[in-house]
C-alpha cells in the first residue's frame, strides 16, 4: 500500500529542492537533532537538519519551525519527533496489555487519542508501533510490544499505523507512524536488551518480518532500524533487510531510520573501522536517517565524502524525507494553534483509556471470589499497589497525567465497601512484621485484596531481568494472607509475564492487571468489583520458571515429542536420577523437573460468566489450491452462547494445524479471532475465515511462498486448551516457486 499522496506539485517542489541544494545541505536533511535544549536544537536547524526531538510544547514547536522557515537557505520545516507509544497527556495501556484484549479496536483508539494529543503540540512523528515477536519475558522491551504470536503483532501493528496517521497526514491529527524494530529484536540471546539474534531466513520470514510486511501494507511511513545483529550483520547495515526485502519486495516508499546512536553502535560491534565508515555502511545499506547526531556538525560539515556514499544514494534518501514532509502538508503549514494545544486529557479521552484498560486485564484464576460480593462487606487492601499511582507502564513522558491509587478507586467505586489499607508495603523490601501484621488484619475481615507487582521502572528498555518473580518479599506477603483462610484475590499488576508457581496454586482468585495507564486504578476497581467483567487472553504465555523459556504456544514439534511432564520422585534422587517406569516417554523432549507446558498459556483468561461452544463447522472437505489462489476461502462457523448470569466478551479463537509439511510446522498457529459481546443466554453464530496467506508458509529459501496440498486441522474455541477440531483438504499440486508478488 502507499503512503498518503502528497500535495498537488509537491513532487515538482521536491525536485527542483534536490537540484538547489549541496551535498552538505543534502545530508543535513537525513539527520534527527538529538540535543535536548531548545536553544542547542536551534542551532542544529540553523545547520540544515531535517528533524528534531519534540521541545516540550506548541510554542517552542513553532519556533523550531520558524528557524527552519526563516533562517535556513531553503527553508524546509521539520519533521518532530517523540516516543508517543501508548498516550501522550492520556496514557493508555502499554501495549503488552493492549494485545490481550483481542480487540485491535484498543489499539486504534489509542493511536487516534495520542496522535490529537501529540500534533496539537506540534509532533508530526512517533516512533510506535513496537511489532517485535518476543518469546523471551526476560527482556523488559515486551511491554512495548504486542507479545508471542505473530498474527497479534501483525493486526494490532497495522490498526495502530492506521491509527496514527488517520485518513490523511495532511489532517491535523495525524502524525507520521513508525514500525519497529526491524528486525527480530525481540528475539535477543537470553532476553538481554541490544544483544545478538541468529535467525534462520525461514524463522524470520514466518515470525518476525511478518508483522513488519503487514505495516507496511498498512501504509506505515516509516520503519526503524534494530540495534541487534541478525546471523552476524548488524541491522543498521544490513543490506538484505533493509534495502533488498524491505524497499525492494515490499516497496516501501517511506524512509529508514536508525535507532538512538545504532550507526555509532556499529564500532562496538566491530563491523565499523570509524564513524564515516559507520555512516557510509548504514546508508548504502538503505538507512534514509540517523538518530544520533553524527552526519553533519553545528557547522553544517560532514565526513561523509562522495567516494564512501554515492550521490543517488543521498538524493533518494533525501527524496524521501521531503516527500513525508510533503506529505504532512508542512511546506504549506508547517505551525500549530498553541492555544489549542492538548494539554490535559478530555473526558472522552478518559473514558476511551478506561474502557481500553477494562478490556485488557486477564483474569488467571477464580474460584468464586471474585467479583467482590455485594453488601457492606470489610475489605483489607494489601500490597505496594494498595496506594501505589505506578500504573502508568514504560515509555511514558514526564508530561503524561497520572494514575489515581487502587484505594481511592475502589471507594469511589463501592462506597458500601468497609475498605480498609494496611500501608507500608513497598515493591523491594523485606518486612516480617508486615507479613506478620497482614495476617492479622485479615481476621478481621471478609476479603483481601493483595495488590502486587513489579513497578513500572523494572520494564521497558534496558530492563532485562533474569529472575521473574516478584520483587522483594511480595511473594511471602500472599503466603502470610493465604496461611489466615480468609477468602482472598490477588491483583497482579505488571509489564511483563511473571513466575507464580511458587504462591498461585494458594491464590484463589488471580487478576493479571498489567500496567493500564492512567485510567488503571478505576478500570481494576470496576473489574473487581464486577461493574466490569474481565475477558482479556494472555497475549504471552507465563513460565512456570525463568529456565523454562522460551515457551510459546507455536513452537515446532520435535521428532520425540513428549505427552507427560517431568516428575523426578525422591526415590529417583536416592538412585542417581534412574529413568522413570514410563522409558517410552523419558526420552522426550521435556524437564525432567517440570510439568509440560507453561503455567498460564496464551489465550487463556478467564470470566465472571460462562460460554458454550456448539461443533463448529467447516464450510468444505475438500478445496483446489488454484480456488485458494484466486481468493476463496475456507469458512469456520461456530456457536457461542453465554451460558451464565452475567454479561461478558468472549474471545473466540481459531488455530490451524498443518499436520504434515515439508518443513517442520508450528504445533499450531493462530489465524483467527473474534471478541464477541453476549448477554445471559445469548448466542451468537461467529465466522472466521482462512485464505491463501492463512495456510501456507515461507520456505526460508528467499521470497517463496508455499501452500501445500494436503490434511489441514481447524481448533476453535475459547483457549487454547480447550478447542475443538474440524479439518478439510487442500488439493492439487504444490504451490512451490510462488512468491509474495505473484499470490
Known amino acids: 500500500m502507499t503512503l498518503n499522496p502528497a500535495p498537488s506539485g509537491a513532487d515538482d517542489r521536491i525536485e527542483a529542492l534536490l537540484s538547489a541544494m549541496s551535498r552538505e545541505e543534502k545530508l543535513a536533511q537525513l539527520q534527527i537533532g538529538y540535543r535536548p535544549r531548545l536553544e542547542d536544537a536551534a542551532e542544529l536547524v540553523r545547520a540544515g537538519i531535517g528533524a528534531v526531538f519534540w521541545p516540550r510544547s506548541a510554542e517552542a514547536a513553532n519556533e523550531l519551525q ?3 522557515r526563516e533562517e535556513t537557505p531553503h527553508g524546509i520545516p521539520l519533521l518532530v519527533g517523540l516516543d508517543v507509544v501508548h498516550g501522550q497527556r492520556t496514557i493508555f495501556p502499554i501495549p503488552l496489555a493492549q494485545a490481550a484484549s483481542f480487540d485491535p479496536a484498543v489499539a486504534a483508539s489509542d493511536a487516534r487519542v495520542s496522535a490529537r494529543e501529540a500534533a496539537s503540540g506540534g509532533v508530526t512523528w512517533t516512533f510506535s508501533p513496537m511489532i517485535d515477536v518476543s518469546r523471551d519475558p526476560r527482556w523488559g522491551r515486551v511491554a512495548e510490544g504486542f507479545g508471542e504470536d505473530t498474527l497479534l503483532n501483525a493486526v494490532f501493528g497495522a490498526a ?5 496517521q488517520g485518513s490523511s497526514l495532511t489532517g491535523p491529527d495525524s502524525i507520521l507512524a513508525c514500525a519497529k524494530h526491524y528486525v527480530a529484536y525481540g528475539a535477543a540471546e537470553g532476553g538481554r536488551d541490544y544483544n545478538t539474534v541468529d535467525a534462520s531466513e525461514y524463522r524470520l520470514r514466518n515470525v518476525h518480518l511478518e508483522p513488519f510486511r503487514a505495516a507496511v501494507e498498512a501504509g506505515a511511513a516509516t520503519v526503524m532500524a534494530s540495534f541487534n545483529t541478525v546471523a552476524g550483520r548488524p541491522a543498521h547495515a544490513n543490506r538484505w533487510l533493509l534495502t533488498h526485502v524491505l524497499k525492494g519486495e515490499w516497496k516501501h516508499e517511506g524512509l529508514v531510520v536508525g535507532d538512538a546512536e545504532g550507526v555509532v553502535n556499529l564500532l562496538a560491534h566491530g563491523v565499523a573501522e570509524d564513524l564515516p565508515d559507520a555512516l557510509a555502511q548504514s546508508f548504502t545499506a538503505g538507512l534514509d536517517m540517523e538518530m544520533g547526531g553524527s552526519v553533519v556538525g553545528p557547522d553544517g560539515r560532514t565526513a561523509l565524502t562522495p567516494e564512501a556514499l554515492s550521490a543517488e544514494r543521498v538524493d533518494d534518501a533525501v527524496r524521501r524525507v521531503l516527500r513525508l514532509k510533503a506529505a504532512l502538508g508542512l511546506f504549506d503549514g508547517p505551525y500549530v494553534d498553541p492555544s489549542a494545544e492538548i494539554t490535559a486529557p478530555s473526558s472522552t479521552a478518559r473514558a476511551a483509556a478506561r474502557e481500553a484498560a477494562e478490556r485488557s486485564a ?10 467482590l460480593a455485594d453488601g457492606p462487606r470489610r475489605v483489607l487492601l494489601v500490597g505496594p499497589y494498595a496506594e501505589s499511582t505506578d500504573h502508568l507502564g514504560a515509555w511514558v513522558q514526564s508530561f503524561a497525567e497520572p494514575a489515581g491509587s487502587l484505594a481511592d478507586a475502589l471507594r469511589d467505586e463501592r462506597p458500601d465497601l468497609h475498605v480498609t489499607v494496611l500501608p507500608g508495603a513497598s515493591f523491594f523490601g523485606d518486612d516480617p512484621a508486615l507479613q506478620e501484621q497482614a495476617a492479622r488484619a485479615a ?6 485484596v493483595v495488590a502486587v507487582g513489579e513497578p513500572s521502572a523494572l520494564t521497558g528498555e534496558a530492563s532485562s531481568r533474569s529472575d521473574l518473580r516478584l520483587p522483594g518479599d511480595q511473594e511471602r506477603l500472599i503466603t502470610a494472607v493465604a496461611g489466615t483462610g480468609v477468602p482472598f484475590a490477588v491483583v497482579l499488576v505488571a509489564g511483563r509475564p511473571l513466575v507464580t508457581g511458587d504462591w498461585i496454586d494458594r491464590a484463589p482468585a488471580v487478576l493479571c492487571a498489567w500496567h493500564l495507564g492512567t485510567e488503571a486504578a478505576p478500570a481494576i476497581a470496576r473489574l473487581l468489583t464486577g461493574a466490569a467483567n474481565p475477558a482479556g487472553r494472555l ?5 512456570r520458571t525463568a529456565g523454562q523459556i522460551p515457551v510459546h504456544y507455536d513452537h515446532e514439534n520435535t521428532g520425540r515429542p513428549a505427552t507427560s511432564g517431568g516428575s523426578l520422585q525422591q526415590e529417583e534422587v536416592d538412585i542417581g536420577l534412574q529413568g522413570p517406569a514410563n522409558v517410552d516417554d523419558r526420552f522426550t523432549s521435556k524437564y525432567r523437573d517440570l510439568p509440560l507446558g507453561p503455567q498460564f498459556t496464551f489465550g487463556h483468561g478467564l470470566s465472571y460468566t460462562t460460554f458454550a461452544y ?9 478445496i483446489g489450491l488454484e480456488e485458494l489462489r484466486g481468493g476463496a476461502t475456507v469458512e469456520v462457523c461456530v456457536q457461542v452462547t453465554n451460558t451464565g448470569s452475567r454479561a461478558g466478551d468472549e474471545v473466540v479463537q481459531l488455530y490451524l494445524r498443518d499436520p504434515v509439511a515439508s518443513v517442520a510446522q508450528p504445533v499450531r498457529r493462530l489465524r483467527g479471532f473474534s471478541r464477541i459481546a453476549l448477554e445471559p443466554g445469548q448466542s451468537s453464530l461467529v465466522h472466521l475465515k482462512l485464505g491463501w496467506q492463512d495456510l501456507g508458509f515461507w520456505t526460508g529459501r528467499g521470497d517463496e511462498y508455499v501452500v501445500e496440498p494436503g490434511r489441514f486441522e481447524v481448533h476453535v474455541g475459547g483457549t487454547l486448551e480447550t478447542t475443538r477440531a474440524g479439518e478439510f483438504v487442500v488439493s492439487g499440486l504444490s504451490s512451490a516457486g510462488d512468491t509474495a508478488g505473484e499470490t
Open 614 to 622: 456448539g461443533p463448529p463447522s467447516v464450510s468444505v472437505t475438500e
Open 443 to 448: 481476621a478481621g475481615h471478609d476479603v483481601v
Open 66 to 68: 520558524r528557524v527552519a
Open 160 to 164: 495502530k499505523v492506521r491509527g496514527y
Open 539 to 543: 497475549p504471552m504465555s507465563f513460565p
Open 362 to 371: 486477564v483474569l488467571l484464576r477464580n474460584d468464586g471470589t471474585l467479583p
